[in-house]
C-alpha cells in the first residue's frame, strides 16, 4: 500500500509458529505414488506438517498463546488481532478472528479478518503497522495467521504447480512502544504492496462464478486454473509480473527508509515457502541476479504455509540479523499481491 508519508517504524516484540507433530515425508509421498518424483525432486521440500485435530483457528490459538507468552504481554493489552488465512477455517459464516481473540481472551482487542490469500501475513503487517501509528503510546496488536489443508478437500502435493502445502499458524506481537522500556529486539521499519489484479483469474474458475460452495469440486485443485489462464495470457505471464512488481517495490522499500540502493546493511532477503522451481524462475533472477541479496527459502521442512510464511520466517532464528542489519521479508499471494517488509534487528 502507498501513502503520502512515511509511517514510524513499530516495534515486533515476539513472532511464533504452531506446527503439528506429525509429518508427511516427501519420499514416503513419492514411494507410495502421492506425489511425483520429478516434482518432489524440484520442490525442495523434505517434509509437509499435517494437522489431524485442531482445526486452523484452533492452532492459531496455540501460535498467539506462544508469542503472547514469549512476550510476555497480555492478551488484555492487545487493541486488534489482524487474522489472515487462505483456506477452509472449520465452519462457514462465522468470524475465526472473534473465535481467537476469545480463546486467548483477548477481550479489548477488535478482531479483524483478512483475505488476501497467501499474502496475509503481508497485508496484516502493513495493516498493523498503519494501526499503530495512529494509536496510543503503548499500544499492542497481534498478527495471526493459520491454515489447514487436509487430503480430502486439497491436494496438498499435486494440487498446485510448484507449490506444496503444509499446515500450521503464526502470530507476531507488534507494539509501539519505545525501546528504552521495552527492549525488542526488532523493528519493522516500513512495509511497500505491489498488486497484481491482471492476474487474478489465475485462481478462479473460467466461466461464470459458483452461486454456492455446493457448486465447487469437492476436492479443490489450483492447477486447473492456472493451467487455462497461462495457455490463454503465455507461460511466461506470472514470471514477467512478478519481475515488474519486484522492480517496483525494492527501490520503494529504500526510499522509505532511508537507506540507498546497495547499502552493505541490506543483503538478505526472506522469500515465500513456495517450490525451489517457483523461487529459480519467479524470485531469484530480479533479487539475487539483478539486485544483489542473498535470497534465503525455508521452504524444506514445512513446504508453503498459506497465509503464513512471512510471519514463519520472522519466527526463525537465523532470520534476526546482527545489530543494524536490515532484513527484507517478501510475500505473495494469489490476486496478486506482493508486500516486502524491511526489518531492522536492535540487539
Request: proline residues 5%; charged residues 20%.
Amino acid at each position: 500500500m502507498r501513502s503520502g508519508s512515511v509511517l514510524k517504524p513499530v516495534f515486533i516484540e515476539s513472532a511464533r509458529s504452531y506446527l503439528p507433530s506429525s509429518f508427511e515425508r516427501t519420499a514416503e509421498a513419492v514411494a507410495n505414488g502421492t506425489v511425483l518424483g520429478a516434482t518432489a525432486a524440484r520442490s525442495g521440500v523434505a517434509q509437509l506438517p499435517v494437522e489431524h485435530d485442531l482445526s486452523a483457528p484452533e492452532m492459531a490459538v496455540q501460535a498467539a498463546k506462544s508469542a503472547l507468552l514469549d512476550s510476555a504481554v497480555s492478551a488484555d493489552e492487545l487493541e486488534a488481532i489482524f487474522y489472515a488465512s487462505t483456506f477452509f477455517q472449520g465452519a462457514t459464516f462465522w468470524s475465526p478472528a472473534h473465535f481467537i481473540a476469545e480463546a486467548i481472551g483477548a477481550k479489548h482487542a477488535t478482531p479483524i479478518g483478512l483475505m488476501t490469500m497467501c499474502n496475509g501475513a503481508g497485508t496484516a503487517l502493513d495493516l498493523a503497522q498503519r494501526h499503530l501509528a495512529t494509536s496510543r503510546p503503548g499500544t499492542r496488536v497481534l498478527v495471526s495467521t493459520a491454515d489447514r489443508f487436509p487430503s480430502a478437500a486439497f491436494d496438498r502435493w499435486e494440487g498446485d504447480y510448484g507449490v506444496m502445502y503444509g499446515d500450521g499458524a503464526t502470530a507476531a506481537i507488534l507494539s509501539n512502544i519505545d525501546t528504552a522500556s521495552n527492549r525488542p529486539t526488532r523493528k519493522l521499519l516500513a512495509t511497500e504492496t505491489q498488486s497484481l489484479s491482471e492476474l487474478e483469474s489465475m485462481h478462479r474458475p473460467q466461466g461464470r462464478l459458483a452461486g454456492s460452495p455446493l457448486s465447487e469440486p469437492q476436492r479443490h485443485l489450483v492447477k486447473p486454473h492456472k493451467k487455462a489462464y497461462l495457455e490463454s495470457h503465455g507461460r511466461d505471464a506470472l514470471t514477467i509480473g512478478f519481475s515488474r512488481a519486484l522492480r517496483a517495490l525494492v527501490p520503494r522499500v529504500h526510499e522509505a527508509i532511508g537507506v540507498p540502493q546497495g547499502d552493505a546493511r541490506i543483503r538478505r532477503v526472506f522469500v515465500p515457502r513456495v517450490g525451489a522451481d517457483t523461487i529459480d524462475a519467479s524470485y531469484r533472477p530480479v533479487l539475487e541476479n539483478e539486485l544483489g541479496f542473498e535470497v534465503h527459502h525455508l521452504v524444506s521442512e514445512t513446504g508453503h504455509l498459506g497465509a503464513g510464511d512471512t510471519i514463519a520466517n520472522l519466527a526463525e532464528p537465523e532470520s534476526l540479523g546482527d545489530p543494524g542489519e536490515i532484513t527484507l521479508f517478501l510475500s505473495a499471494g494469489a490476486g496478486f499481491t506482493l508486500t516486502i517488509a524491511a526489518v531492522e534487528a536492535l540487539q
